[in-house]
């Protein structure tokens, strides 16, 4: 299509204008070939007439639909040329306060001269790891970009930021510097980062001044090279600098300053270290007040020089060489105030006794005498002579200026030199980043050497920057397989040749330096001569001082003044060996490589210069920045290469769509048949070829379509056609639809009224006297039939609602009166209920006072175990000391047998004589006699056998001290148990071991008294003797017992059977005096009623008002039996009492016995042997087996029928009462006296049954008293017989393990278990290691339990270090740390954390130590997981929230796609990359959730991860939004509100919407701002009041980057923006921030929640290979 066809009415074109370089109009009138002029009208209204050549016309540029304007790329435009690309800059800048924006890889910015909220680490973070082009222009993405091409290609990258003083050139490389330094953190102590910034102040202080244009303006260029290792972290940097401006050392133009570090020195001329330096003020030198005023506004000089001090102490500088720097500086201030007068026409002198020059002398160790001459003098030298000279005072200055630029040019290469000495570390570089931060294009009314050289120094900048563009173009056109073909640009090498090449400027310039005699004009006149036929260079027409040069960017006139002598820089050789000589040796060390030829080119050294930065660029991939100022645009835009780069991209094809992108756009202009086609890339082709004919006006790539500049807005204006012919469709079919609707209601309308028309005339027609009359009698009749039918009907229902409100009153009344019998039941029970609950809380009281009475009990017990141990060692100690004496004791023993021999005889005739008096009354004595017959001598053969067995003996006494030492060591664990306090136990252990030594002592003193225990062995022989009598007697008793507890058990039988059959006469006596009052009604119904076995069915008789009046004799004999019956009761009561109290006084006794003898048989059971023990051990095994018997056999059977009986009785009291209930309902004359007494009879036998019931609650705890005590028994004699456990055989929810054992343990509970290897309940891990802990707190082992605890927690750490990304191990030792911690505390014993406890979690508490300080580690190491469990999931979450959230769209017909034209600008962009869904977000945030739930993790922990998750997506969104304009649409709000709907659905589905939905509101708010109108004040107010959630800041930010879709939708107004910032400035607590920190951490808490699982049922699994614990 010709473009000339584009020229139709209604669109717009773009044409010249004085005051505003362009202005818009539209067109009026289509232009046809051969028309002389366009028709257009201005915005203001205005009509015009614009004439065109018709030879060969040139038509105004057109413009940009209204939907590609403000477009982030400015090649994306369709028109591509200078005013489409000025007012895209306008747009973004002045309408959406956007400053920077793309020109292919240029980054154009606009100095807003203001801080912007778009520069914090928020904002940093977001661009970091993102393409170039994802989100909005931006010189962090510019920096990523370079970032990510080095990490990724392994090429070194460079940035240069160029542009006029003032655009904000130091501030842009200061931005990319600190990006580097903040996304590559190094992990060294060096701060490589810190010092690179650090740098800054310094080469700002030293290298920038204020400007007319700018007040930090760099007054040189330079070249940072930051190195990065093989793991791109910075190891250093190096910095290069270029076109030094040495000349404002010594001049100022008005309302300029010299460089910063004068000013701030004088601003601390005050301060002690300054004062040696004799400075003064910035007024009295002469250096720094030329430019009129010396301070700036809004800065502190003061504060910047300690800012300087503090970063050159960064950056490792010394003290001593900064106060080497400020001297030198002090002196040139001191320098520039040497005051050098005229001495006759040709003579000059400084006075020897000027101040300054003394103090330049003093500070910098020079010789004044030597500067004082060689400042006025010059030495000549000829062939035979030298001679010395007197130069003009004019010289003089000149030299004066030209020394001290060179001191300040030398000092200012030395700082760099430091510097990039503190920035080298060791390390191998293994690529780099150059930022080049250089002056731009300069031209100002007045241009001298400085412009002529930074103009340079451009030309050869845009010379590698045009063919680095072209180079991208073709390589972009080779990679979608498009035919390339050369594109014609602007090729500066000319200009190039013409400043430098041989008899060019720079060649005629030092040329003429070489003269002595040379001047400026002498130069200028070679030039004219040399050069006048160059097309480049001109000769003003008004001027012979001053050349012209055609640069790429525009003609600069340059005043040819000064060129020599800024060229040459003249210092003479004489001041050169002054400085050399200086005892200061900075200064010496200056002047050391200087060349001792004075003349030559030692100005600004442009040439050295260009080999340096060449390099540096050509190997690297440049990306550009260019900045502008808003009064210069469209100079800028020429001079800085933008419109040189818009010219490339629109010789080509400069927009570029994918055909996805193609396809939602412009679908619209397909037929049926191309949508009906399979693939999206074929149907983009047939339209193409269909819409556009010539195939030159586009190219189908690979992945792209590639399009001439004008197509899109050609495309655009047919899709804009095609919906305004479908609008104008649709508005035709809905107008028509509407006043068709509007005609039939009309037609309607007319028809009724003609209708009522005819049917009165009718009327008219028909009416007569006799039909009147007719009428109105027939009327009379219907009144009166239809009062007569009304009254009827009313009188029917009037007795109606009497006959129903009576049953209504009278169903209420019953109601009202079964509801006050109910509550009449209830209070009687209920006062019952609370009587016995308060006896039974009484006696669970006095059941607590005794136990604790018995543990006290068994604490003395204990302490008298203690002794006993103590006197069992003591003994032990002496059997040893026996052990050599053993002889002579065998000697004794054999007279003491003998002796005993006798007395056996004695006893026997004794027995003999009394046997033949008491023959029939002692026979049972006779047989005790023969059994003590039998034990004696069963005695003497055991007597006889020791002399034989001495050796056993021995053995027996090596297995006795063996089962001590056992003994003893039990004792002493018991005894460790029983004390907490180890200080004690020190003391005790100290006792007994002074105890031990004084008993060794004493060993000899009880070797002399053997002989006297022998004899009380005799007398314990025969106290034996009586004890073994004694213990035959209570052996009869036992039998005793028994027959009591049989005589007990039929008594209680014979009770059971009297109560039975009282029960059955009872109610054989009830079904007789039912019969007789029935008086011949239905009995049996009523009688099987009755005698019903469920007690439910009592209260479902219906019949019992018809039995009242026949049974109120029954309730008096009823009463008197019932009567009977308690006072029989309570007399078996009290017998069975007064059995059960013998009985326990008996076993009482019986304990005390066996406790007894218990106490005396230890002491002695050991020299006991023979048949003694024999008989001792027949006597506990009787004891056993009866007490066996006696628990499993008579005590349940007694209980069991004793409680049947109880219901039994229970059964029939409630039998009676229901007989009662159904005969009190007959008689209704006493029916109010029946009442009184049925309910006092039922309270009366409810007491009873209670009573019944309390007195079996006594009599069970009693059984279970006897059983306990029977079972002590038992355990008692076990304990003397062999040694005791510790703990009872039942489960207590402990483990046992040794201390060896403890590393396998945690090997295997800890290190080696996988979440997903073994299968087990939820935190079983944490249940079994609190059962290690209980265990050894239970042993009341410290060191165990604190070795223990370390071990758990470093395993965790160690598991969490090793195991950094894996979620499910995270998740899994979250929930265990957690149930650790809630395991610490749930039985820690302090009150808050036992409410809820089981009566055995009470007692499975901990006892000796208290673990709070370890509950706080565990609380310590459960955040650091869950920070790292949240840090895990937001890594694999934040690459998914962009994609799924923003890009998208689950609403399939609102599409949000914006003819954008994108244009992928970074070659690290996947092409093949797995799309990402809102469902697949929901999936991984479902995968997240379950494995939480598998690991058990709490509830409320659940929350707040997904809370915090949740608050990532949000803010991770919301940012986006904020940095992308492409996303601020109204249905790209429509998609995100539903994108949210979908999460909220998710949450509703695992009950987490409470808490977690807030942190969505934002992001909801901002959805809603997109989808609201923005147009009136109602709008403004709405706006204000909805988004409380978003800032200020954020607000704004979104209606000034809002894009319509169409052009069909409008944009914000600016004015509407304004507005609304002011009313928000007023707004209170509103962040000044404009990202959220996704970085932000909830504060995690760790909720209380007490676990039910019972630690003693624990199983532990086979596979987790614990058998080395042992369940106690």
């Not at 790891?129 to 080095?150: C, L, S, T």
């Not at 412009?451 to 900048?461: D, G, P, S, V």
């Not at 039995?1107 to 009290?1134: I, P, T």
């Not at 991860?1505 to 997506?1513: D, G, H, P, R």
């Amino acid at each position: 299509m010709a473009l000339s066809e584009l020229y139709t009415k209604y669109n717009r074109v773009w044409i010249p204008d004085a005051e505003h370089v362009w202005k818009s109009a539209e067109i009026l009138r289509d232009f046809k070939p051969g028309d002389e002029a366009l028709e257009l009208q201005l915005d203001d209204g205005t009509e015009m007439v614009y004439p065109l050549d018709k030879s060969s016309p040139q038509l105004p540029h057109l413009r940009n639909p209204d939907i590609l304007v403000g477009e982030n790329d400015l090649t994306a435009l369709s028109y591509l040329h200078e005013p489409a690309v000025l007012h895209n800059l306008k747009v973004r800048f002045v309408e959406s306060n956007i400053i920077y924006s793309y020109c292919g890889i240029i980054l154009v910015a606009v100095n807003p001269y203001k801080q912007l909220h778009i520069y914090g680490d928020a904002v940093l973070q977001a661009y970091s790891g993102q393409n170039m082009g994802a989100m909005d222009p931006h010189i962090f993405a510019v920096a990523e970009e370079a970032y990510k091409q080095m990490a990724r290609n392994n090429k070194n990258q460079s940035v240069i930021v160029s542009g006029e003083s003032g655009a904000g050139k130091t501030v842009s490389a200061r931005y990319v510097m600190r990006y580097f330094a903040m996304v590559s953190k190094s992990s060294s102590k060096t701060h490589v980062e810190d010092k690179v910034l650090a740098s800054n102040p310094i080469t700002e202080a030293i290298g920038n001044a204020k400007t007319t244009r700018n007040d930090n303006s760099s007054r040189f260029g330079k070249y940072t090279e930051i190195s990065f290792d093989r793991r791109y972290q910075i190891i250093g940097a190096n910095m290069r600098t270029y076109l030094m401006e040495k000349s404002r050392v010594v001049s100022q133009s008005e309302n300029e300053r010299n460089y910063h570090i004068f000013y701030q020195m004088c601003a601390c001329a005050e301060q002690s270290e300054f004062k040696s330096l004799r400075l003064l003020s910035a007024d009295e030198f002469r250096y720094t007040c030329m430019g009129g005023e010396t301070g700036i506004e809004g800065v502190d000089d003061r504060k910047d020089m300690e800012e300087t001090r503090r970063t050159f102490s960064l950056l490792g500088l010394t003290e001593d060489f900064q106060s080497d720097v400020f001297k030198v500086l002090a002196g040139i201030l001191h320098l520039g105030n040497v005051e050098i007068r005229n001495v006759g026409s040709d003579r000059s002198s400084v006075s020897s006794s000027d101040q300054h020059l003394a103090a330049f002398c003093d500070l910098l160790g020079v010789s004044p005498d030597g500067v004082t001459r060689w400042l006025c003098h010059r030495r000549i030298a000829m062939v035979a002579e030298t001679v010395v000279k007197a130069v003009p005072s004019e010289r003089a200055v000149n030299s004066r200026d030209a020394l001290a630029k060179q001191i300040y040019a030398h000092l200012f290469d030395c700082v760099i030199q430091k510097i990039n000495a503190a920035l080298q570390v060791p390390g191998k570089q293994h690529s780099f980043i150059g930022v080049l931060d250089i002056y731009g294009f300069e031209t100002f009314e007045i241009n001298s050497f400085e412009q002529f050289c930074i103009n340079y120094a451009n030309e050869k900048l845009q010379q590698q920057f045009n063919l680095h563009v072209f180079k991208l173009e073709q390589d972009e056109y080779m990679k979608e397989d498009i035919p390339w073909t050369l594109i014609d640009f602007y090729d500066n090498q000319p200009v190039i040749d013409l400043i430098e090449a041989k008899m060019g400027i720079l060649d005629l310039l030092d040329e003429e330096c070489l003269f002595p005699q040379g001047t400026d004009q002498n130069w200028l006149q070679k030039l004219y001569n040399y050069l006048v036929d160059n097309p480049l260079f001109e000769k003003p027409r008004m001027s012979n001082k001053a050349f012209i040069i055609q640069h790429f960017a525009d003609k600069v006139e340059y005043q040819c003044r000064g060129f020599l002598e800024k060229n040459r820089d003249t210092l003479y050789e004489e001041l050169v060996d002054t400085m050399r000589t200086s005892k200061f040796p900075l200064l010496a060390n200056f002047f050391l490589e200087v060349e001792p030829d004075g003349l030559g080119t030692k100005g600004i050294k442009v040439r050295p210069a260009r080999p340096r930065v060449k390099p540096a660029n050509k190997n690297t991939g440049p990306l550009w920045e260019r900045r502008y100022d808003s009064k210069r645009v469209v100079q800028q835009l020429r001079a800085c290469g933008v419109l040189e780069t818009i010219h490339i991209s629109a010789q080509s094809y400069p927009s570029r769509w994918t055909y996805i992108e193609f396809y939602s756009r412009y679908s619209v202009l397909m037929s049926q048949e191309e949508l009906g086609l399979n693939h999206k890339k074929l149907a983009c082709k047939t339209v193409l070829q269909r819409l556009i004919q010539d195939s030159d006006q586009n190219k189908f790539g690979r992945t792209k379509i590639f399009f001439r500049a004008g197509q899109v807005a050609y495309l655009e204006k047919l899709r804009l056609d095609r919906l305004r012919k479908a609008c104008l469709t649709i508005q035709k079919h809905v107008r028509g639809w509407s006043h068709r609707r509007k005609f039939l209601r009309m037609r309607e309308a007319a028809i009724v009224l003609q209708q009522y028309v005819r049917g009165q005339r009718q009327i008219c027609k028909t009416v007569t006297a006799a039909v009147l009359k007719q009428g109105w009698a027939s009327v009379v009749i219907q009144r009166y039939w239809r009062s007569y039918l009304t009254r009827q009907i009313y009188r029917m229902v009037h007795s109606s609602s009497i006959i129903i409100q009576a049953f209504t009153r009278g169903w209420i009344a019953r109601k009202r009166y079964k509801k006050m019998v109910e509550v009449q039941k209830a209070l009687i029970l209920q006062k019952y209920a609370r009587a016995w609950l308060a006896r039974r809380r009484f006696q669970s009281l006095r059941r607590l006072v005794h136990n604790v009475q018995l543990s006290y009990r068994c604490q003395k017990l204990g302490k008298k175990l203690e002794d006993q141990a103590k006197e069992n060692r003591g003994l032990l100690e002496r059997l040893t000391g026996l052990a050599g004496a053993h002889a002579q004791g065998l000697d004794k023993l054999r007279c003491l047998e003998a002796q005993l021999g006798k007395s056996a005889t004695e006893k026997a005739s004794l027995e003999e004589r009394e046997k033949k008096s008491k023959e029939d009354a002692m026979k049972t004595i006779a047989q005790l006699q023969e059994e003590k017959d039998k034990l004696i001598v069963e005695r003497q053969n055991l007597e006889k056998k020791c002399a034989d067995s001495t050796t056993e003996m021995k053995d027996r006494f090596d297995q006795i001290k063996t089962t001590l030492k056992e003994d003893l060591e039990r004792e002493e664990r018991l005894r460790k148990i029983a004390e907490n306090n180890l200080d004690l136990q020190k003391e005790d252990h100290k006792k007994e071991v002074e105890v031990l030594r004084k008993e060794n002592r004493r060993l000899k003193e009880e070797i002399v008294g053997l002989q006297r225990q022998t004899e009380e062995e005799a007398q314990v022989n025969t106290d034996l003797q009586d004890q073994v009598i004694q213990l035959t007697r209570h052996v009869k008793v036992i039998p005793e017992l028994r027959k009591d507890l049989h005589n007990l058990q039929t008594q209680r039988d014979d009770l059971g059977r009297k109560m039975k059959n009282q029960s059955e006469q009872a109610r054989a006596k009830m079904s007789v005096i039912t019969r007789q009052l029935l008086c011949g009604m239905v009995e049996e119904e009523v009688i099987s009623r009755l005698t019903s076995d469920s007690p439910d069915q009592i209260y479902e008789v219906g019949n019992l008002s018809t039995a009242f009046d026949g049974l109120q004799k029954a309730c008096r004999v009823l009463e008197r039996h019932q009567q009977e019956q308690k006072e029989g009761y309570e007399s078996q009561m009290e017998a069975l009492t007064f059995k059960v109290e013998h009985l326990q006084n008996q076993n009482n006794q019986l304990q005390k016995l066996f406790r007894e003898k218990r106490l005396s048989t230890t002491a002695t059971v050991k020299r006991w042997p023979g048949s003694t023990l024999k008989t001792w051990s027949y006597l506990m095994t009787y004891i056993k087996v009866n007490a066996y018997i006696f628990s499993m056999f008579v005590i349940p059977e007694e209980v069991k029928r004793e409680k049947e009986e109880v219901k039994r009785e229970k059964v029939e009291m409630e039998r009676e009462k229901v007989e009662m209930e159904e005969v009190l309902r007959k008689q209704k004359n006493t029916e109010n006296e029946a009442k009184a007494r049925f309910s006092q009879e039922a309270s009366r036998l409810t007491a009873e049954n209670m009573d019944f019931e309390e007195q079996l609650d006594m009599k069970d705890r009693l059984i279970r008293k006897l059983r306990n005590q029977i079972k002590s028994l038992q355990t008692s004699e076990e304990a003397n017989q062999t040694p005791a456990p510790t703990i009872t055989n039942e489960y207590l929810g402990m483990l046992e393990y040794k201390r060896e054992d403890e590393a396998k343990l945690i090997q295997y509970v800890i290190l080696d278990l996988k979440p997903r290897g073994v299968n087990m309940i939820p935190n079983m891990a944490a249940q079994l290691l609190f059962m290690c802990v209980r265990h050894a707190d239970y042993l009341n082992d410290g060191a165990k339990l604190k070795s223990l605890m370390n071990a758990i927690i470093c395993g965790v750490k160690k598991v969490i270090t090793d195991h950094r990304e894996d979620f499910e191990l995270l998740s899994f030792w979250l929930s265990n740390t957690y149930h650790i911690l809630s395991c610490l505390k749930q039985y820690s014993g302090e009150e808050e954390f036992m409410k809820q406890n089981s009566p055995r979690q009470k007692k499975n508490c901990l006892q000796n130590f208290d673990l709070s300080e370890h509950r706080q580690i565990f609380s310590d190491l459960a955040i650091r997981i869950y920070h790292q469990f949240i840090s895990v999931m937001e890594k694999t979450l934040i690459p998914m929230i962009v994609p799924c959230m923003l890009e998208h769209e689950s609403l399939q017909d609102v599409s949000s796609m914006k003819p954008t034209g994108f244009r992928k600008r970074s070659s690290s962009i996947y092409e093949d990359q797995e799309v990402c869904t809102i469902y697949s977000l929901i999936q991984q945030l479902s995968l997240y959730h379950s494995t939480m739930s598998q690991h058990g993790m709490e509830e409320g922990l659940v929350r707040q991860a997904v809370k915090q998750t949740f608050f990532l997506v949000g803010a991770d969104t919301l940012n986006n939004i904020l940095l992308r304009k492409d996303m601020c649409s109204c249905r790209k709000g429509m998609q995100i509100r539903c994108n949210i709907s979908h999460l909220e659905a998710w949450l509703k589905e695992k009950d987490l919407v409470q808490g977690t939905m807030a942190t969505l509101k934002p992001l909801c708010q901002a959805a809603w701002l997109l989808q609201v109108n923005k147009t009136t004040d109602d709008d403004i107010k709405d706006i204000t009041e909805q988004c409380s959630e978003l800032s200020p800041v954020q607000i704004v930010k979104i209606l000034n980057s809002y894009t319509p879709n169409d052009d069909f939708e409008k944009r914000v107004a600016p004015s509407f923006v304004r507005k609304i910032q002011g009313l928000l400035q007023d707004r209170e607590g509103g962040s000044s921030q404009l990202m959220l920190d996704t970085q932000y951490r909830f504060q995690v808490t760790f909720p209380f929640t007490p676990s039910s699982q019972a630690l003693e049922l624990l199983e532990i699994p086979s596979s987790l290979r614990l058998g080395f614990l042992t369940r106690i």
